[in-house]
């Protein structure tokens, strides 16, 4: 008898949605289209999952054949990759097959429940090593025979008389005085062959530069001494972090979450669908509609989770530093949810709130400069961001330290400071203000942990005889890319040339390539190994140009001590 099949199985392997399992009705769909548009069935991240195509491709089930499926790759930019062989076009696939977006992108494994015993997982072939070959003892008696008998000529014992043996040691005595010169002659001549080589790093290099026609002057240039992004790697490893961490929104005196208010809008065709609800504050303001949960009927809140960053050891005593958009988010853009667009707005009127004709397209808006809660404007400190959670991890390692109390945050810039509380001291990185010789082209080292980056996962065994469950733990593996200063922009008008600034703001400008979200709130090294620099930002075009941003560690400084701003 034939299986009924009920449901298609996606079970995600990594990327943003490992460990979770989606289920389709069998029935219902004839194929499951992935991509990170929100129409697809099988939607990514669209802000950090990078390999992915907005319509990367769909599994279809075959018409006309019994248990046929396919998966089909609609041109996207990376590809697919069916058991780790990349598809040209489309490819048979069948339960238990694994697929994977894009070289480094996301995997899951394709499933379906019940599975029918004809299309139980097919047997993969598994390469085994070939084994080296042992040591083959020789045996002494296979040389000479087992009966003890030898072809080995054995020279006959001979007399040697006293003259002989005078003129013996006397022909010795020459050969070795002779071996000694020429293995010291030897000697000699290599040592100066490694004195020759070498000799840029024994000595500073002298250039003559002629002046005039008969003067010359010669130049000491210094040696280079700059580090290697592997040394520096090695020097810096366990002070780079991993942070986790999610907040929301609340009211300051009841405690109560704080949502954004939805509103059900009747379509042409009939259909009701909740739409968000902004409100203008002033001639070309917007804001969303807040209120607190309980007297919000439909709506979402304003809050965050399953974000992370990265950050760097500034003191003995925990104390991390990372991007204020990391420690403190609520005073960065908002990412409003997919349906959040297009939205309605609410103007003020003759006869007081009515409904604008003209829809909100996506726009940004930072929750800690809100104006209005409600549809009447604030006074005092009615609403505030608080962190539902902030764990720190260090390199390679799976304990989780949660945060202490609130974050220094700071008020010029994308700068904050948190803290954990650890038993061990800890060993802070070395902080140095270049921005007075900061200059295109000097080399870089950035660390962090990129969210495009593979995760690690490690298998823990309990110990607990209360809960024996074994656990699979992420384990961060930072990830080390050597760039170059690009560029140095300024955003406030100093010295002689008052003209020149940057809107976008004071930051160094990098090139740097494996570097992505998640990288947020690391460390950026000059040559020598010290932090001079917090990375922050990127930029990118469709064309896939991409360049990234950091900012100057005076900014740092400044929180980690009290900085007078009035004299």
Known sequence: MATSINRYVIRHLTGTKANQVEEFDYKKYSELTFGRAATNAIRFDPEREFAVSREHGKIVREPGKSLSFSVVDNNSRNGIFVNKSRIAGSALIQPGDEIQLGQGGPVFQFDLNPRPAELMMSTRVVDIPVSIKPTTELSLTEAIGDSG???????????????????????????TKKSMLLSGAALLVV???????????????????????????????????????????????????????????????????????????????????????????????????????????????????GASGSGFVVSPQGHI??????????????????????????????????????????????????????????????????????????????????????????????????????????TPVKLRDADKTIAPGQAITVMGYPGI???????????????????????????????????????QATGKAAAYYSEFGDYYQLTVNATGAGNSGGPVFDKDGNVIGIFSASSSWQDATRITFAVPIKYGLELMGRRQVVD
Do not use: C
């Open 321 to 426: 530093m990372t991007n204020r958009h990391v420690a403190a988010a609520w005073n960065s853009y908002y990412s409003f949810p997919q349906d959040a667009f297009p939205g309605v707005l609410l103007v003020q009127g003759a006869k007081g709130w009515e409904i604008s004709p003209q829809p909100v397209q996506e726009f940004r808006w930072v929750p800690s400069e809100t104006q209005f809660f409600g549809k009447k404007p604030m006074s005092g400190k009615v609403i505030e961001g608080v962190n539902t959670y902030m764990d720190v991890t260090f390199n390679k390692n799976e304990q989780r330290f949660p945060a202490e109390g609130k974050p220094i945050v700071s008020p010029k810039h994308d700068v904050a400071i948190i803290k954990i509380d650890i038993a061990e001291t800890l």
């Open 191 to 305: 040592l100066s062959g490694l004195a020759y080589a070498f000799k840029d790093q024994i000595r500073p290099q002298e250039k003559t530069v002629h002046v005039h026609h008969h003067d010359s002057v010669k130049v000491i240039q210094p040696i280079d001494n700059s580090l290697t992004a592997e040394q520096i790697a090695t020097a810096n490893t366990s002070k780079v972090v991993f942070i986790e961490f999610g907040y929301k929104l609340i009211n300051t005196t009841t405690g109560d979450d704080i949502y954004h208010e939805y509103m059900p809008i009747k379509l042409a065709n009939g259909q009701v669908v909740n739409k968000a609800v902004y409100i203008e504050t002033a001639p070309g303001k917007i804001e969303p509609l807040l209120g607190l949960k309980r007297n919000v009927s439909v709506g979402k809140p304003i809050a965050m989770a």
């Open 149 to 175: 008998d030898s072809d080995v000529m054995v020279p006959q014992k001979v007399g040697l008389g006293k003259q002989t043996v005078e003129r013996m040691m006397m022909t010795e005595r020459r050969q």
């Open 453 to 491: 980056s593979p995760d690690v996962f490690v298998g823990e065994y309990s110990s607990d005889f209360a809960n024996r469950n074994s656990q699979v733990v992420k384990v961060p593996d930072a990830t080390v890319t050597p760039g170059s200063i690009g560029k140095v922009l300024r955003g």
